[in-house]
């Protein structure tokens, strides 16, 4: 507390023009006052050692901010300050010095002077603007008045202070004194000590004093009210009784009004849509009513959380520049020219016409070939947030659509709970492994995901949960599956399917080369000068340690020698090493992929076909022998009934035919017919192996091999004609994998061939064919 002693005069034109500032920040001084202050900082030190030294006098200022520790600047302090004597001055054993300080009069800073590490100014100092009459005099008279019922409702303050109050003549000092005396605010304060017109601060000084006695009094009025024989047991009951009192008599709210406040400010400030802000007042109004403690009260106040957490109207800006899109996209992968010429198309849509909406795309195709991947990389050239969610395995509806809010637990669906995190309405939101939603007794999620996944009706979502709607037109939504055939017709005609159908050999070594070892050498610690692969090593890995159309073996393969790679370089083995053709194998054990073409198909009755997996293509070997007897056509391999009746067509239309193929009448009836499709342990179906199965049998009975780094597919006819089939690229790259130099391909596929990149078929003669014999005739040209 500020204390008044015998006055120093002052006088404005005997004081110095420039003074060193010290700031204060949790008390303030007023002229003729003493203070104790206490100065820890080395600058402010230093302006104290200073000002000693010289006339002893400094300026003191308020801070509008806390206590800094990197030192206050100008604009932190106050413009209108207090210029002071320091009476006593005293160093302590721990670096801090006390001072005694009285103040002199008020100043005000013209502009700060630099050169010395303490701030310095130039001030005016200014005098009161005093004006003795009627009016000052009674609001004199009333200030002391009040201020002695202040002094006699505090116990803090001593009773010699209200009879110092009345010694006091200049009307200006009483106010400055009772107001350093009373219980107000810092800011409060420095108002005061900017008023010059002692009239107006005498008004504000008895309008902080009446407040103070009012709250002086109703705490008197409280202890009344409250104050009986209690004993230890309602010490409890009484202080709670006494802060509900004090909080009714200044207006202020309990715990659970202030949330519903929260709650209806947080409603206003989200500007919710017309019937998610109805459902959010009505169940306000039921929060209002409830007590805390009650169980519907959590469930009421977490429903409100979610409908005012949701990004209603909280959009991310797309980027709409093109050619720094197709950057992103051509930097985060390789190749893909389909699935990136559709973004961009997208976006190209959006510049010409912004609110046009999302497109549902599907990214099909073999494990690994960059699928998941891509869709952050489309949020990342669109600028968008990112959200992914696996439906592998998914079989509950309410995954979807979530639960009602009558269960316990209820939480909203993963759409909704992906929207939330993602903090916007239009992120990339990527539905994984949509073929392997399944269903049961709880609901089909392939259902739920009709609406999700539809332009024309998800505008409004409702979620079982949130029981509004809510817009997902801006949402960009991409699927993921390796099948599209388990996938309903009604969902997947929601969507536009993009095939990723896998990757040639001469992408492979790009993308290992660019993506694949940078990675696994940073991810096992390598540098790149510990490590490197000759030019044909990475091809040596890729034919002859994976098959497969995506990359995921390959990385694995690669993993694999970094990790013996670094073993050695911890071990002091190596300092680095560079890895050669010959070198693999002491990494990764012996060659895994051999190819068998040549030496298949080296004897008659054996042919080459191409069958589709759901990892890519494959080489598919028939096998075909006769033996005496009559028991006619055996098949084996577990092949499906679709791939039964085909090699059933093959040899019927073949013993239609035999005359023709020089094959004898009674052959048939002599001999037993055994066809067997290796990799008996797993099962085969499918037409597309017909022209195999028959090239195979007229191959045997005709006792003619066929064409070396041949293969073919296609479906077969009783009349000789050979009918299209699926999965052609995913064949092509598998011949190409195989070192296949001739194909042989069903007419109607010959469109299929633009979905092949250009080097693969540079490397492969490809022949369309529509009859059997136009397929025999190329099969045994020499």
């Known amino acids: 507390m500020t204390q008044q002693q015998s006055p120093i005069a002052f006088s404005a034109e005997k004081m110095p023009k420039i003074l060193p500032i010290l700031p204060l920040f949790d008390v303030a001084l007023f002229p003729k006052m003493v203070l104790p202050l206490v100065v820890m900082q080395n600058v402010s030190i230093q302006l104290v050692d200073e000002a000693m030294s010289q006339n002893r006098i400094i300026g003191l200022i308020v801070s509008k901010e806390p206590i800094k520790e990197n030192g206050y600047t100008p604009k932190d302090l106050y413009t209108v300050g207090t210029s002071a004597m320091i009476l006593k001055m005293a160093k302590t054993e721990d670096d801090k010095t006390q001072l005694l300080v009285q103040g002199l009069g008020r100043f005000k800073v013209q502009k700060y002077i630099k050169g010395k590490s303490y701030l310095q100014a130039q001030v005016e100092h200014v005098e009161n603007i005093e004006k003795i009459d009627k009016k000052t005099k009674a609001l004199v008279s009333n200030l002391i008045s009040q201020f002695i019922r202040v002094a006699d409702f505090s116990p803090g303050l ?90 009714e008599e200044l207006g202020e709210k309990d715990q659970a009004t202030v949330e519903v406040d929260d709650y209806r400010a947080k409603i206003e400030e989200k500007n919710l849509p017309e019937e998610a802000r109805k459902e959010a007042e009505r169940e306000l109004d039921r ?153 049961d007794f709880r609901g089909d999620p392939s259902s739920a995901l009709l609406e999700v996944l539809d332009p024309e009706q998800n505008f409004s979502f409702s979620d079982h949960y949130l029981d509004v709607p809510f817009d997902l037109s801006k949402v960009m939504f991409i699927t993921t599956a390796n099948l599209l055939d388990p996938i309903p017709p009604a969902l997947r005609d929601r969507m536009e399917v993009l095939m990723l ?129 009559n028991k006619g056509l055996t098949l084996t391999g577990q092949l499906g009934d679709v791939m039964k009746e085909s090699a059933t067509a093959a040899l019927s239309f073949i013993r239609t035919n035999a005359a023709s193929f020089g094959i004898a009448e009674d052959y048939f009836q002599k001999h037993d017919i055994h066809i067997h499709v290796p990799a008996g342990a797993i099962p085969k179906d499918g037409p597309s192996a017909g022209v195999t199965m028959l090239t195979a049998l007229t191959s045997l009975f005709t006792n003619q091999t066929i ?74 040209k020499t």
């Open 158 to 247: 001593p009773p010699e202070i209200a009879v110092m109050a009345k010694t006091i003549q200049e009307p200006g000092i009483l106010a400055d004194m009772i107001t350093s005396t009373i219980n107000s605010s810092l800011k409060e304060k420095q108002t005061v000590l900017e008023m010059l017109n002692v009239k107006k601060r005498l008004q504000e000084v008895t309008r902080l004093v009446n407040y103070q006695l009012e709250v002086l009094e109703l705490g008197n009025k409280i202890q009344s009210q409250v104050k009986g024989d209690m004993d230890k047991r309602q010490r409890e009951y009484f202080l709670r009784e006494q802060l509900k009192a004090i909080k």
């Open 287 to 439: 929060l209002a009513r409830m007590h805390p403690s009650s169980a519907e009260y959590t469930v009421a106040s977490t429903y409100l959380d979610w409908l005012t957490a949701l990004p209603w109207h909280a959009s991310t800006t797309d980027n709409l520049d093109i050619k720094k899109a197709r950057k992103i996209l051509d930097y985060d992968h390789f190749g893909l020219t389909k699935v990136k010429k559709r973004i961009l198309e997208y976006l190209a849509v959006r510049k010409l016409k912004p609110e046009s909406k999302g497109p549902i795309l599907c990214f099909a195709g073999p494990p690994g070939t960059g699928k998941t991947s891509l869709g952050r990389s489309i949020a990342r050239a669109l600028g968008r947030q990112f959200f992914r969610i696996s439906l592998g395995g998914v079989r509950d509806e309410a995954e979807i659509r979530g639960h009602r809010r009558t269960y316990v637990g209820a939480l909203p669906g993963r759409i909704i709970q992906g929207i939330r995190r993602s903090g916007s309405n239009n992120p990339v939101f990527m539905l994984d492994e949509i073929d392997k939603v399944g269903s």
């Open 501 to 629: 159908l896998g990757y040639t050999l001469d992408e492979k070594i790009k993308i290992a080369n660019r993506y694949l070892i940078p990675r696994q050498r940073e991810a096992h610690g390598l540098k790149a000068s510990q490590i490197s692969f000759t030019k044909g090593t990475v091809k040596h890995i890729v034919t002859g340690y994976t098959r497969e159309a995506g990359l995921r073996n390959l990385e694995r393969e690669i993993a694999n020698i970094c990790r013996g790679v670094a073993a050695k370089i911890a071990e002091g083995i190596e300092a680095s090493v560079k890895i050669k053709i010959e070198k693999v194998s002491e990494y990764l054990g012996p060659v895994k992929m051999t190819s068998e073409a040549k030496a298949r198909t080296s004897t008659p009755g054996v042919a080459m076909g191409l069958a589709w997996t759901q990892t890519g293509g494959e080489l598919l070997f028939i096998e075909a022998t006769a033996m005496p007897g």
């Open 707 to 780: 064409k070396k780094d041949l293969a073919m597919t296609g479906e077969i006819t009783l009349r000789g004609q050979v009918l299209p089939v699926g999965g052609i690229k995913e064949k092509v790259l598998a011949a190409h994998r195989a070192g296949i130099k001739t194909l042989i391909l069903p007419k109607w596929n010959e469109k299929d061939l633009e979905d092949i990149p250009q080097e693969v078929q540079d490397k492969i003669e490809f022949h369309f064919v529509d009859k059997m014999k136009n397929v025999l005739n190329i099969a045994f």
